[in-house]
C-alpha cells in the first residue's frame, strides 16, 4: 500500500515517528517519508539513523498553516502525532495545549485537503475519552475535528480517521523510564501514584502496526481503538524492581486512577471487530455510506450492548508481573 507513496509525519521525531519510519523502510518501498516537527536537533540526530534516499526532513510546526501546505504537496498520506502530551505542563499551560492539539489539528486537516491528501490518520489517546484534563480535551476538541473533517472534504477525495491507545511501552515520558531511572540512581522505593491504579499495555511496534493497518481498514470518520491488556501499576513496579518498598505519593493534577478507551456514552455508536474496537461518528455524512458494521477490508463487527465501556479496571485482559517483565523486554527490542 505504500510503495511509491509519500508519506508525512508530524512530530515524527518523536518515538512513534521513528518506529513507523523504520517499520515503512523495511516492509515498503516508499517515493517520500517526510518528517515534519519543530526541533532541528531532533531532527539532525534522526537523520543519522534514518538517511534513505526517500527521507525528507522539514522544520515546521503544525501551529504554521502555510508551512504545512508546502510540506503536504505531492503527499498521499499523512500521520498526525504532533501534539503537546504531558498532563500537568498542559494543565500549567492550557493555552499552548490548545493552540498545537486544537489549532494545529484544524491546520493539518486544511492542508491535506487544500492539496488532495488521500488519507489521513490522526493518533489520538485514552485521555480523550471522558476527559478530566486539559489534554485529554484537546485531544477530543482533535479528535472530533478530523472526524467531522470528512463531512467537509467537498470534491476532494481525502479520508480522515483517528487511532487510539493508551500508554506506550517504554516510549518517552512513559512510566517505564520513570520507574528505572529511581531503580538505576539507587532509590531505595518505587513511588506509586494510587495503589488501585490501572492502565492499558501496548508496545510501541503493536501502535506503528495498528495504525499502518487502519490505513488499509479505514472509510473515514471511524475512531480505531486496539484490544490490549491491562496492568496493575503496583504489578509494573513488582515485574521491574521486586525487592524495592512501594510507597504512595499521590496522582498528578488531571491524572485518572483508571483508563477508558470506549466510554459508557458511545456504547450506541461502538462495534467489536476481532482484534479492535470501532467507535462510529455520532454525525451523518452526507456524501456516502454510515454503514460502519463493515470496513474497507470486508471485516465485519457487531455492535456492543448498551451500557459496555472498554476500560483498564473491568479489562478481561491482565498481565501478570511475571507476564509485565516478559512483554517489556520484547518491547524494547
Request: charged letters at 25%.
Amino acid at each position: 500500500m505504500f510503495d511509491n507513496k509519500s508519506i508525512l509525519i508530524t512530530g515524527g521525531t518523536g518515538s512513534f515517528g521513528k518506529k513507523y519510519v523504520g517499520t515503512l523502510l523495511k516492509h515498503y518501498k516508499p517515493k517520500k517519508i517526510i518528517i515534519y516537527s519543530r526541533d532541528e536537533l531532533k531532527q539532525f540526530e534522526m537523520q543519522q539513523e534514518y538517511d534513505a534516499p526517500c527521507m525528507r526532513y522539514f522544520i515546521g510546526d503544525v501551529r504554521d498553516k502555510e508551512r504545512l501546505r508546502k510540506a503536504m504537496r505531492g503527499v498521499d498520506f499523512v500521520i498526525h502525532a504532533a501534539a503537546l502530551k504531558q498532563v500537568p505542563a498542559a494543565e500549567y499551560n492550557p493555552m499552548e495545549c490548545i493552540k498545537t492539539n486544537i489549532n494545529g489539528a484544524e491546520n493539518v486537516i486544511d492542508a491535506a485537503l487544500d492539496n488532495d491528501v488521500e488519507k489521513v490518520i490522526a493518533l489520538s489517546t485514552d485521555k480523550a475519552a471522558s476527559p478530566i484534563n486539559l489534554y485529554g480535551a484537546t485531544k477530543l476538541a482533535s479528535d472530533k475535528l478530523f472526524v467531522a473533517a470528512n463531512n467537509i472534504s467537498g470534491g476532494h477525495k481525502t479520508l480522515f480517521s483517528v487511532v487510539r491507545y493508551g500508554n506506550v511501552v517504554c516510549s518517552r515520558g512513559s512510566v517505564v523510564p520513570v520507574f528505572q531511572k529511581f531503580i538505576d540512581q539507587g532509590y531505595d522505593h518505587i513511588p506509586i501514584t494510587h495503589e488501585e491504579m490501572t492502565r492499558f499495555w501496548i508496545s510501541l511496534q503493536q501502535g506503528v502496526d495498528f495504525v499502518l493497518k487502519n490505513f488499509e481498514r479505514m472509510q473515514g470518520g471511524e475512531i480505531f481503538v486496539p484490544k490490549i491488556p491491562s496492568i496493575k501499576i503496583t504489578d509494573l513496579a513488582t515485574a521491574m524492581a521486586p525487592n524495592l518498598e512501594q510507597k504512595v505519593v499521590g496522582i498528578r493534577p488531571g491524572e485518572k486512577i483508571h483508563e477508558v478507551m470506549c466510554p459508557a456514552e458511545l456504547s450506541l455508536d461502538t462495534y467489536e471487530y476481532d482484534d479492535h474496537f470501532v467507535i462510529a461518528p455520532g454525525i451523518k455524512f452526507f456524501s456516502r455510506s454510515n454503514d460502519f458494521t463493515i470496513n474497507a477490508l470486508g471485516e465485519r463487527g457487531s455492535a456492543v450492548e448498551y451500557g459496555f465501556e472498554y476500560n483498564s479496571f473491568n479489562n478481561e485482559h491482565y498481565l501478570t508481573p511475571e507476564e509485565i517483565t516478559e512483554f517489556n523486554k520484547k518491547a524494547m527490542l
